[in-house]
């Protein structure tokens, strides 16, 4: 401190004589330490060059999580790091799963003033998931969904305006289309507040669902292909929205219909890539979507470290290919049981696309979504590992595994219903098998094209 008192009054003070021949030998000084410290850190290899202070020491919190995966859930100093807003951090909290198994008091309370909040990921599952929760728990005071309508009341019992639930199907999408975790934590408090108009401090539990990488990504092609855009996703980071340099579109015109999957490959902005990684990170540690500022390796790195954080911290997450591993884990950290177990979905329509596809393309596939790769395995790891946890306290875990979704009267009621809206898996089951016909049918509409042309190129025997 008495050194910078000096430097600033004495080397740009230019009335003072000692000022003016200090003056060449302080800007000499500080051009020699910016070129060593370039020397030091080329390319912007460095994080402190890269990062802001209070961002720095948001990341040194991360790369200690990358380290030793887990992170102590009484670690005050790291949560605060990584709060978007510590003044909504006062009055709200996010619980965690240790959070919920460590305290009883932790434990979700449908009546008090706990929010279960959805961060949906788009070709996860999500839609047949939030239907789930919107129409087939076991509830008290089951949600009041109306034919027609895409949004249901979900309300706490005795209340008439107090959502328990904060999803597409209860608020719709009031934080923007798909939000991400950037736009939720920063956004659900206020409107649930607009909602239930009052002012409250909750407790949220975050969950999401996540799916593996390369099905997921083939997923996204189809529906993009066959014409859906999310165009209108606000990304909200930082207080704004990303500019169109910032974040250019890959394509002209109001959709991407009947885009090749080459084409949704190459296109260096398209948002498909890495999307669970991203959504789950906390992207104002990397200035958004500017990605002008960090190096491409830096920038990755805080990102995966930022995701595997965050969902560590959620008191539920579930993968689809684990679903009776995902429903036994919902229904014993919240103590809320589903009507019906779900699916297993061994076929769909991206695993069916999988099999006509160019080894080539495939791993292009993976290396450009190298983040979501490596993050999936990482969550596989924790399901399995709060899994094992969670089996470990249930004395009549066999029965309980068993019989998920097996709540008799109600179950059959349910059954008899027919009712597709309420287990949208059977719905997907009967297009899969549309679409396997209409494959064989091509297939062999394609083997007696080809034979019929062998059988015309055969010269007669003379």
Not at 437 to 442: D, Q, R
């Amino acid at each position: 401190m008495i050194f910078g008192y000096f430097f600033e009054k004495q080397c740009f003070n230019k009335r003072l004589p000692i000022g003016k021949l200090l003056l060449p030998v302080c800007l000499t000084i500080i051009l020699l330490s910016t070129l060593f410290v370039f020397y030091l850190c080329p390319e912007n290899g460095c994080a402190i060059s890269a990062l802001t202070v209070s961002q720095y020491s948001r990341y040194r919190t991360l790369s200690k999580f990358a380290s030793f995966k887990r992170l102590s859930t009484n670690s005050n100093q790291n949560q605060a790091n990584l709060t978007p807003n510590p003044t909504l951090a006062e009055r709200s909290k996010k619980l965690s799963f240790e959070d919920v198994l460590s305290d009883n008091s932790s434990v979700f309370d449908i009546k008090a003033n706990d929010v279960i909040v959805f961060l949906h990921i788009q070709k996860t599952g999500g839609t047949s998931f939030g239907r789930h929760l919107v129409k087939d728990l076991n509830l008290v005071n089951p949600c009041e969904c109306k034919k027609g309508r895409k949004r249901c009341k979900c309300l706490r019992p005795d209340s008439n305006a107090k959502l328990w639930l904060f999803s597409r199907y209860t608020t719709g999408w009031k934080c923007g289309l798909h939000a991400d975790w950037t736009e939720l934590t920063n956004c659900v408090d206020s409107v649930m507040d607009e909602s239930e108009k009052t002012v409250t401090k909750r407790r949220y539990f975050y969950i999401t669902l996540l799916r593996e990488p390369v099905a997921r990504f083939l997923s996204e092609f189809r529906h993009v292909q066959r014409g859906a855009t999310w165009k209108s996703s606000r990304h909200w980071c930082g207080g704004r929205t990303p500019t169109s340099k910032e974040l250019p579109p890959c394509y002209t015109g109001i959709d991407w219909r009947d885009v090749t999957l080459e084409e949704f490959i190459n296109c260096s902005h398209n948002l498909a890539v890495n999307r669970q990684t991203r959504m789950l990170a906390d992207l104002t540690l990397v200035d958004c979507y500017n990605t002008s500022i960090k190096a491409r390796k830096l920038r990755d790195s805080i990102l995966l470290q930022s995701a595997k954080y965050n969902l560590n911290k959620m008191a539920f997450f579930g993968c689809s290919e684990y679903q009776k591993i995902s429903q036994y884990l919902f229904e014993s950290t919240f103590k809320l049981h589903f009507m019906h177990p779900f699916i297993q979905l061994n076929e769909t329509h991206s695993s069916l696309m999988r099999d006509e596809i160019d080894e080539n393309l495939l791993e292009k596939i993976k290396k450009i979504n190298h983040l979501d790769i490596q993050f999936y395995e990482f969550a596989k790891q924790l399901l399995f590992e709060r899994f094992k946890l969670m089996k470990s306290r249930d004395s009549n875990f066999e029965y309980n595994f068993s019989h998920l979704g097996n709540l008799g009267p109600n179950e059959e009621r349910l059954l008899s219903q027919q009712n597709l809206e309420t287990f949208p898996e059977f719905r997907i089951l009967k297009k899969i098998e549309r679409q396997k016909k209409k494959l064989k049918a091509l297939k062999q509409k394609k083997n007696r094209s080809t034979l019929y042309q062998n059988k015309s190129n055969i010269e007669p025997a003379v």
